[in-house]
Nanobody, 126 residues
Framework: VQLQASGGGLVQAGGSLRLSCVVS????????VGWFRQTPGKERDFAAA????????VYADSVKGRFTISRDNAKNTVYLQMNSLKPEDAALYYC????????????????????WGQGTLVTVSS
């Protein structure tokens, strides 16, 4: 299984970006797909996750109300719409997938994900 993240770039504070994660396997085989982000010297932090049906979404408090995660199983793609971006949102964003039947709280933990993409860089200028 491979995950390919794209859509990163340079944006001004207050702007928007949409990240995409294409999964080589059918996304309905992935019980959860999540987005994590990492800056140099720091831990990989959870941003958002979505269940296979799309009925369960989970967000970190820091992005709630600004980011929206969605999925299109017909395209094997998960999206992260990021609005009102702040300089502190700048990071390398990774998408990850798991077939484990997680509960929502577990979906926030990087250790539960078995498949990872290569990351896409988001830069936010102030």
């Amino acid at each position: 299984v491979q995950l390919q993240a794209s859509g990163g770039g340079l944006v001004q504070a207050g702007g928007s970006l949409r990240l995409s994660c294409v999964v080589s396997a059918p996304t309905d085989n992935m019980y959860y797909v999540g987005w994590f982000r990492q800056t140099p010297g720091k831990e990989r932090d959870f941003a958002a996750a979505i269940s296979w049906s799309g009925s369960s979404t989970v967000y970190a408090d820091s992005v709630k109300g600004r980011f929206t995660i969605s999925r299109d199983n017909a395209k094997n793609t998960v999206y992260l719409q990021m609005n009102s971006l702040k300089p502190e949102d700048a990071a390398l964003y990774y998408c990850a997938g798991t077939r484990r039947r997680l509960i929502a709280r577990q979906a926030m933990g990087a250790l539960w994900y078995d498949y990872w993409g290569q990351g896409t860089l988001v830069t936010v200028s102030s």
